[in-house]
């Protein structure tokens, strides 16, 4: 499956942005997406994740109430709508794709290393 992220940009502190990811050239649905984030000079550090149907999410602490992470599989599209941004939010953002069938704990769902194919990344800038 191939992913293109979207959706990023400059906004002030206080804002609201929603990201897209895009996925092509397989069924969308059978995909956990998650969705990561790396400032500079820091690793890259998961924001939330998805399962295939939609049913279950999981978000990082730092991303609890100000992140909402949804998926249209009609339109082959996971959502990361971030609110009241805050400079520290900004980051490269990351969509990425986990093909794993059988449920896993939630911790799973933050390892970078258990998603098989990474969109090229958007960025988020959030100035005071």
């Known amino acids: 499956v191939q992913l293109q992220a979207s959706g990023g940009g400059t906004v002030e502190a206080g804002g609201s942005l929603r990201l897209d990811c895009v996925g092509s050239?397989?069924?969308?649905?059978?995909?956990?997406i998650g969705w990561f984030r790396q400032a500079p000079g820091k690793e890259r550090s998961v924001v939330a994740a998805i399962s295939r149907s939609g049913g279950r999410t999981y978000y990082a602490d730092s991303a609890k109430g100000r992140f909402t992470i949804s998926r249209e599989n009609a339109k082959n599209t996971v959502y990361l709508q971030i609110n009241s941004l805050k400079p520290e939010d900004t980051a490269v953002y990351y969509c990425?794709?986990?093909?794993?069938?059988?449920?896993?704990?939630?911790?799973?769902?933050?390892?970078?290393?258990?998603?098989?194919?990474w969109g090229q990344g958007t960025q988020v800038t959030v100035s005071s």
């Open positions: 050239g397989d069924i969308f649905s059978n995909y956990s």
């Open positions: 990425a794709a986990d093909p794993q069938r059988t449920y896993r704990a939630p911790s799973y769902y933050f390892r970078p290393v258990v998603y098989d194919y």
